[in-house]
């Protein structure tokens, strides 16, 4: 099913929120400030309005304190996630292998290795609906429920789904190490605001 497309899914997002698929699709055909300018605001759209913006448009040395705090409460957010589904330590192998996910993400984007932390926001993002919904959060139709539990969640995890799929295509994407930047951000934002 193409979501970008589907009847059903223009159902069940506003206008405004139906830009969320232009925004993207500029935000990886451009590079420069008309890259950044879109994934601002797709970030406002996707997350709290006019809060994205922080993390961007700062000095060097602002960006940086700012970006590492995202990231604590990223971390701090999918931790309390990890470890409050998993409260009967039935499955403490996946927990503890999330966990070293979660963890060597955060090393990853620290250390400027943008692309590995790129995959590795990617291979955390995919578990978040088994995380958050069981079996069904591997359902082939979990896509179309997640835009009627709420659009701002399916167009999140639509988002997530087509930034999975630039992994195939790395070549093809003009400047692909600062749009994975933005995009990492924006996705570790976005979770920060649920």
């Known amino acids: 099913m193409d979501f970008v497309n589907s009847p059903r899914v223009d159902t069940l997002v506003t206008e405004s929120e139906k830009k969320v698929f232009e925004l993207f699709e500029t935000m990886v055909r451009t590079t420069g400030q008309e890259r950044v300018q879109s994934a601002i605001a797709l970030a406002n759209l996707l ?3 006019g809060e994205f913006s922080f993390y961007i448009d700062c000095t060097e040395d602002q960006r940086i304190i700012r970006v590492f705090h995202l990231l604590r409460v990223f971390r701090e957010n999918m931790t309390l996630l990890i470890h409050k589904t998993w409260v009967d330590g039935s499955e ?3 927990q503890d292998q999330l966990l070293g996910d979660l963890a060597r993400f955060i090393q990853e984007f620290r250390d400027g290795r943008i692309v590995s932390a790129f995959r590795s926001f990617v291979g ?3 578990q978040i609906p088994s995380l958050l919904f069981g079996s069904l959060g591997k359902a082939n139709d979990f896509l179309e429920y997640a835009f009627r539990i709420d659009p701002k969640f399916g167009l999140f995890f639509w988002y997530i789904g087509e930034i999975d799929l630039q992994l195939r295509n790395i070549e093809s994407i003009p400047e ?3 749009l994975f930047e933005l995009e990492v951000l924006i996705g570790t934002f976005v979770i920060s605001c649920f």
Request: net charge positive.
């Open 92 to 94: 403490n192998l996946q």
């Open 124 to 126: 955390i993002s995919r």
């Open 47 to 49: 997350g709290n309005p």
């Open 176 to 178: 692909h190490r600062e």
